[in-house]
């Protein structure tokens, strides 16, 4: 099993190659780009865009021990949703995916 020690790592050494693989499978890979930690009023995890245009954006959250304190984080708080939204929103993305 594939230990992952935050989002971006979550996000580079998973989620990324996946949709990777998925676009050659559809026949898109050269049309989508994907981008890690995009500037979209903060940093959005990953970003995909076809042609310079935004297609989805995705928010990963993931639990979190620094030392003796742990965050757990779940995906359907409204503050987490409302950061995927707002990424969505304000970065023009028809689409978008919390994980």
């Known amino acids: 099993m594939q230990r992952f020690v935050g989002e971006r790592d979550f996000v ?14 559809l026949g898109v890979s050269d049309l989508v780009d994907f981008f890690i930690d ?11 865009e076809r042609a310079g245009q935004p297609l989805f954006v995705v928010e990963a959250k993931f639990k979190k021990k620094v030392g003796a304190v742990e965050r757990d ?13 707002q990424y969505a929103a304000l970065g023009g993305f028809p689409l978008l995916c919390y994980v």
Do not use: C, H, M, T
């Open 12 to 25: 580079s050494r998973f989620l990324l190659p996946q949709l990777k693989d998925a676009a050659a499978n």
């Open 38 to 48: 995009k500037r979209v009023d903060g940093f959005a995890d990953l970003v995909a």
């Open 73 to 85: 984080i779940e995906p359907r708080d409204p503050d987490v949703i409302g950061q995927a939204v």
